[in-house]
């Protein structure tokens, strides 16, 4: 079994194209090969907002209806200025996602002096069949949110963009929907 904090999600970036105006962004006019891929300062933290619109832990929420970060707790950085935010906080953090898996067995002897054995064993993953979902979008807390759904196998009318949205259609790497409560039965016999 693994407990552990849910993983970190990184601060909003600024929209206001600052390392461009600066010549050092990925802008033809700059050419600088040092940013791999883009250099962005973070959105400004505002005292007092919380950071999520519902607990990601607490599995009340419809992540096809819900926005689950709340856009209010970041404000973009000025034209021409370097956002005060850090990359990173500690309490900015999507659910706990735990690992649990068993096994149960035990081993018959068949022959006497124990040189013919038979190994039963049963192997759970995810046991308790737990849900999670994939991190939800930090993209732009100041942009717009769809709920027009482009694809026919997901609800009609549910969300399909927006900061905080958690893309339901293809799960999380594990333990996700897709990934439900699996087992398998395992004999051995040795001699």
């Known amino acids: 079994m693994r407990y552990q904090s849910g993983q970190l999600l990184i601060t909003p970036k600024s929209n ?3 390392f461009n105006q600066l010549g050092r962004g990925v802008s033809p006019v700059a050419n600088n090969p040092a940013v791999w891929g883009g250099a962005n300062t973070y959105q400004n ?3 007092g907002q919380p950071l999520f619109s519902v607990d990601p832990n607490c599995h009340c929420f419809d992540p096809t209806k819900q926005l689950v970060l709340n856009p209010a707790a970041w404000t973009d950085a000025g034209p021409g200025q370097f956002g005060t935010s850090a990359a990173y906080y500690e309490n900015f953090r999507w659910q706990r996602q735990p690992a649990e ?3 149960f067995g035990r081993i018959f002897p068949l022959a006497r002096e124990g040189k ?6 049963v192997e759970f993953q995810n046991i308790f069949n737990r849900t999670f979902y994939g ?5 732009n807390p100041q942009g717009l ?3 027009t759904n482009p694809f026919p196998n997901n609800q009609p009318g549910a969300l399909s963009s927006g900061y905080g949205f958690v893309n339901t259609l293809g799960g999380a790497p594990f333990g996700s929907p897709e990934n439900p409560r699996t087992g398998q039965f395992v004999a051995r016999i040795q001699f």
């Open 16 to 18: 206001n194209n600052f």
């Open 45 to 47: 933290l505002v005292a």
């Open 116 to 121: 013919v054995t038979l190994n039963v064993r």
């Open 145 to 147: 949110t769809f709920r």
């Open 135 to 139: 991190t939800p979008s930090t993209t």
């Open 101 to 103: 898996s068993m096994s």
